[in-house]
């Protein structure tokens, strides 16, 4: 199994920065993506951004490209979120989500979220 904590969300003003941290721990090695989502109230968790261990390539949510960044440092089995230039309109709980592969059967990870208030 993996399990998944997040940190860094907190209470920020338009136009500012935050970096979420997601420390994975377990069976890291069947881990094939890493993966943000996030979710307001009423609504469904909404895709953010992805990593895949095997080539580290990324994709994002269209109408977040250009301001939001994931990465990861293996070296402290971490998967950041880099959130730059937020609106009101980012404000969320967001998730760390990972994709784990083990032999024929996948199995996916979520983390308990971190809140996000984008507000002056």
């Known amino acids: 199994q993996v399990q998944l904590v997040e940190s860094g969300g907190g209470l920020v003003q338009p136009g500012g920065s935050l970096r979420l941290s997601c420390a994975v721990s377990g069976f890291t090695s069947s881990i094939t993506a890493m993966s943000w989502y996030r979710q307001t109230p009423g609504k469904g968790r909404e895709f953010v951004a992805r990593?895949?261990?095997?080539?580290?390539?990324?994709n994002y949510a269209d109408s977040l490209k250009g301001r939001f960044t994931i990465s990861r440092d293996n070296t402290k089995n971490t998967v950041y979120l880099q959130m730059n230039s937020l609106k009101p309109e980012d404000t969320a709980v967001y998730y760390c989500?990972?994709?784990?592969?083990?032999?024929?059967?996948?199995?996916?990870?979520w983390g308990q979220g971190t809140q996000v208030t984008v507000s002056s």
């Open positions: 989500h990972t994709t784990e592969k083990i032999g024929f059967v996948t199995n996916t990870t």
């Open positions: 990593l895949t261990t095997s080539g580290a390539s990324t």
